[in-house]
């Protein structure tokens, strides 16, 4: 996309984070296929007995016990971060990034 | 599916249920296994978010959200929120040791309209432009004077925006459930549209949900000023008309009871936006080549089509009578952005009636491949550029603590206090002549505040 480093004095160089994001790429990728793996080959082992659900009933073991909060961390990183989304949509619903 | 319970006291067979009808109200694109009772029909969601940045922006932010359950099917809510910002921003120009003066459009009066205004906000003066021979307006700009050795910000920054939302839950089957609903958000200069719809299924006894989302968004960009030519000078001249975005977002989730005290998700999301997407008010500088004062302010210029996609892994963790949530987030567009986010929360509960959440979040971002902290003169400009420090490389923590406090199964309040910390490269290498003397990405730090109401009935 960028054809004109020439042109600026400080190239967007291969830096010590950039390297840090990539390497952490490769365990990201294996972490998603162990938890896909997990969840897939574990119907007999996964799980619980409908008796054993109590302590996920609670509140705070729901996926999103405060969807609230979540709306309102998703606006102020959406304005100060260049990455949305993951836990649900990317668009940010404002002119704010 | 059923509730049940191995303990038998009454207390704790209410909360039990009372958690169980706040999950089925709890949002979002990937279901957890969500046990069905005989909750309140009607949960009233609020907030208040203060929010302070450092010598930059302040702002406050209500929020309310209201979910009535029609009947075990059937879920309706709607949600409304506003804020109100106001403070310094940067605007992309760097620093100099030289007093620097900006000029950006203010206003439009029909001509002849006698100009009894010398200031504008944020401590910016009121500038005439001569009009267009012909015109019937003529433009009023703001001017104001960065002093030397200052990071540059535009002090007149302000917003206010208005959002709604209207959201829909119907279970089909025992293991099945649609979700929809619509949103739309107003601030003086940008206006958003957008649908979604999901479906989830239960399998395995309702111990794994798989869940596919969809959301359409349409927004319309009208700058104050207008909307610049790209990589054309800052001026104070009216510009372009309005701008268009779209954007499409699927979100496919897992999620997986993984035993009695371990609940996991794991989502792929996907986005694809085609439109107007720089930043009509940020601009790049063109620095001299040899003594790196500012030569000229150019109005950035971003591709106008991107590709996002993230994956996002969570987990909740039953441990005692606490609970830990830690998630990880890897991203990356073909922008060139990639990131990590890890995000830890423990939620101590000593006490059924309080708890303490500690949380933690590390975020790293590489750069976009198009940011230049400035451009040099006499070069070709390149198609692309912006000096927004939101594209740059960074890395950021968030430490926070959390109390809060549930009365009984009806009502809940809760108060957040959390600090932000942004560090980037304010010294990159290769600096040219006196930007060597500068801070080319000054820390960001913000607090915010955020308190919390919810009440079931």
Known sequence: MNNCESCSANPPAESKARGWVRRAGPALGALAVAAVAASSAGCATLGAKPWDHDLLAEHAMQVDPYPLETRVDAHIYFSKEASSGGRSFAGGGCGCN | ?457
């Open chain 2, 1 to 457: 599916m059923r509730v049940q319970l191995k303990k038998s006291d009454p207390a704790g067979v209410r909360r039990a249920l009372a958690a169980a009808a706040a999950g089925l109200l709890a949002g979002g694109p990937v279901r957890a296994q969500s046990p069905q009772s005989d909750p309140p029909s009607t949960t009233v969601d609020s907030a208040l978010l203060v929010y302070h940045e450092v010598n930059r922006v302040q702002a406050i932010e209500p929020e309310v959200n209201v979910s009535h359950k029609i009947d075990d099917d059937r879920t309706f809510s709607f949600g409304l929120a506003a804020d109100s910002l106001t403070g310094a921003t940067p605007f992309g120009a760097v620093p100099s040791t030289l007093p620097q003066t900006y000029v950006r459009p203010y206003k439009v009066i029909p001509l002849g309209t006698p100009v009894t205004v010398t200031s504008a906000s944020g401590g910016s003066t009121v500038v005439l432009i001569p009009p267009a021979t012909g015109a019937k307006t003529r433009t009023l700009g703001a001017s104001w004077v960065v002093p030397p050795g200052t990071y540059p910000l535009e002090h007149g920054f302000y917003d206010r925006r208005l959002a709604g939302n209207l959201g829909w839950e119907q279970a089909l089957t025992q293991w099945l459930k649609l979700d929809g609903g619509v949103a739309y958000s107003k601030e003086h200069d940008y206006r958003s549209e957008s649908a979604h719809v999901g479906l989830a299924r239960d399998f395995n006894g309702h111990n794994t949900t798989l869940s596919a989302g969809v959301n359409y968004e349409s927004d319309l960009s009208f700058p104050i000023g207008g909307t610049p030519t790209p990589l054309t000078e800052m001026s104070a001249q009216w510009k372009g008309p309005n701008t268009s975005l779209h954007e499409t977002d699927a979100v496919l989730g897992l999620t997986q009871v993984m035993n009695r005290r371990w609940l996991s998700t794991l989502s792929y999301s996907f986005s694809e936006l085609h439109g107007y997407q720089t930043d009509p008010y940020k601009v790049i500088s063109v620095v001299d080549p040899v003594t790196g004062q500012p030569t000229q302010q150019l109005y950035e210029n971003r591709p106008d089509s991107r590709r996002k996609q993230s994956i996002f892994f969570d987990n909740k963790i039953h441990v005692a009578t606490d609970v830990i949530a830690a998630s990880l987030r890897g991203y990356e567009d073909d922008w060139g952005v990639k990131s990590v986010t890890a995000d830890l929360r423990y939620r101590w509960q000593p006490d059924p009636d309080y708890y303490v959440e500690p949380h933690l979040r590390y975020y790293r971002q590489g750069a976009a491949n198009f940011f230049h902290n400035y451009l040099v003169s006499g070069a070709a400009l390149p198609e692309y550029a912006s000096a927004d420090s939101r594209l740059a490389e960074f890395h950021a923590q968030t430490y926070g603590v959390k109390v809060g406090m549930p009365f009984d199964e009806t009502y809940e309040v809760y108060m957040r206090v959390e600090y932000y910390d942004q560090h980037g490269n304010g010294s990159p290498a290769g600096a040219i002549g006196q930007l060597q003397q500068q801070n080319l990405f000054p820390d960001l730090k913000a607090y915010t505040l955020l308190l919390g109401f919810t009440y079931a009935f």
